[in-house]
């Protein structure tokens, strides 16, 4: 915790730089995944489908709450893999010398073994985000009957917005991972989710009242 203190402290001092440098890499994982998701819904078959934005009634409130609510679940996964890294890389060598016998050794291997595991859950989640989007773009798409090249521009407003708040943890441990500061993980996980939640509100805000009108001008 005192670790923990002052890094928030030093960075208190620069928070542009730091945020600043996590915003960056976030943005450009989150270009790269609205690329690939464009891409996978080029190759998959539409279908009708009946999970449609709210585009001829009213915008309700409970929009927003369905999307913040999704949008932090992933937010979460990705605050856990940064907790997870600090946990694995900082914790337990910490406690690795109060101990003795096969339970040193565990302790000296979980690490790494942690880390091997969060980094396959991540490539997992990212992969099969990218390959469910692309085919609900692909069958919005269909539905719609709008190219997908067009639907892709009606989303940018909001889901660069959320894509890059969601990643601002995944960035912050891949900041820290390439620099082995694992002592900071923890710091980064309580600064990344703070910056991260007024963004999703925005990006949910956005996504449930003006994305309907911008498909509206598109369609009809």
Request: proline letters at 4%; one cysteine or more; a neutral charge.
């Amino acid at each position: 915790m005192r670790e923990t203190r002052e890094t928030l402290d030093r960075w208190g001092q620069q928070k542009t730089r730091v945020i600043g440098g996590w915003m960056v890499k976030s943005l450009c994982i989150a270009l790269t995944m609205l690329i690939a998701v464009y891409l996978v819904s080029l190759f998959a078959k539409g279908t009708d489908t009946f999970a449609l934005p709210n585009i001829l009634g009213a915008p309700r409130a409970s929009d927003v709450v369905i999307v913040f609510f999704r949008n932090m679940l992933v937010l979460a996964l990705h605050g856990f893999v940064c907790l997870a890294g600090f946990m694995a890389m900082r914790a337990l060598p910490e406690q690795t010398k109060y101990k003795s016998g096969v339970n040193r050794w565990v302790h000296e291997h979980a690490g790494p073994a942690a880390m091997i595991f969060v980094s396959c859950a991540t490539i997992f989640s990212m992969t099969t985000q990218t390959w469910i989007l692309g085919h609900q773009v692909a069958d919005l798409s269909f539905t719609l009957d709008v190219p997908q090249s067009t639907l892709m521009l009606t989303v940018l407003p909001h889901a660069v917005l959320e894509l890059t708040a969601v990643f601002l943890p995944l960035a912050a441990f891949l900041t820290a991972s390439r620099a082995g500061e694992w002592d900071e993980l923890l710091a980064a996980t309580i600064v990344t989710v703070s910056v991260a939640i007024p963004m999703i509100i925005v990006a949910a805000v956005i996504e449930a009242y003006l994305w309907p009108q911008t498909l509206q001008s598109v369609i009809f």
